[in-house]
T-cell receptor
Framework: AQSVAQPEDQVNVAEGNPLTVKCTYSVSGNPYLFWYVQYPNRGLQFLLK??????LVKGSYGFEAEFNKSQTSFHLKKPSALVSDSALYFC?????????????FGRGTSLIVHP | DVKVTQSSRYLVKRTGEKVFLECVQD?????MFWYRQDPGLGLRLIYFSYDVKMKEKGDIPEGYSVSREKKERFSLILESASTNQTSMYLC???????????????FGAGSRLTVL
């Protein structure tokens, strides 16, 4: 079985400050991990993914995420937030040893960046 | 760019009506999905299809059916709409077979359905 948790419903940060959106996962094997972003009244867009290799993954719009196997986490980060980063962020996991190619999504975290 | 097009962005239907939500993708993807998105619940998988005429139940299939007669089109059907089916519906597609789990899903813009 695979699952993902996003412990914060909402994250507030001031423009220019660093931001972190948290994600923890549970798989029986090894994970593929993904972050997607959803802007108002739009579908989800891919940001970045971890498959293997370097634990620090860089993605679109200046975002990055760090894979931590011991803590089973994949937190999304950005050094300096922009107001335009305000959106809904979803973490997703797939256990690539589990025989299913379907990812499981978290409940989403609303990021609000204040001017 | 891969495009996933959901034909209806906003729909308002009455209880008991039959509702069709259409989704078309233009990149020859084998796999297509229907999700339901509700505040605080995230994305929940309704049905998916890995080939023409093939379908599999997701986590919440009750009250829904699907049709995939052509590779590019995946339809979600509400046989008799109810108020608790008021939601945002998202279609997605991805290439590859079962071992290609690293591939990224491409989503449509969503269809917001209100059932009165």
């Amino acid at each position: 079985a695979q699952s993902v948790a996003q412990p914060e419903d909402q994250v507030n940060v001031a423009e220019g400050n660093p931001l972190t959106v948290k994600c923890t996962y549970s798989v029986s094997g090894n994970p593929y991990l993904f972050w997607y972003v959803q802007y108002p009244n739009r579908g989800l867009q891919f940001l970045l993914k971890y498959i293997t290799g370097d634990n620090l993954v860089k993605g679109s719009y200046g975002f990055e995420a760090e894979f931590n196997k011991s803590q089973t986490s994949f937190h999304l980060k950005k050094p300096s937030a922009l107001v335009s980063d305000s959106a809904l962020y979803f973490c997703a996991v797939r256990d690539f040893t589990g025989g299913s190619y379907i990812p499981t999504f978290g409940r989403g975290t609303s990021l609000i960046v204040h001017p | 760019d891969v495009k996933v097009t959901q034909s209806s962005r906003y729909l308002v239907k009455r209880t008991g009506e039959k509702v069709f939500l259409e989704c078309v993708q233009d990149m020859d993807h084998e796999n297509m999905f229907w999700y339901r998105q509700d505040p605080g619940l995230g994305l929940r998988l309704i049905y998916f299809s890995y080939d023409v005429k093939m379908k599999e139940k997701g986590d919440i299939p009750e009250g829904y059916s699907v049709s995939r007669e052509k590779k590019e089109r995946f339809s979600l059907i509400l046989e008799s709409a109810s108020t608790n089916q008021t939601s945002m519906y998202l279609c997605a597609s991805v290439s590859g077979t079962g071992l290609s789990g690293a591939n990224v899903l491409t989503f449509g813009a969503g269809s917001r359905l209100t059932v009165l």
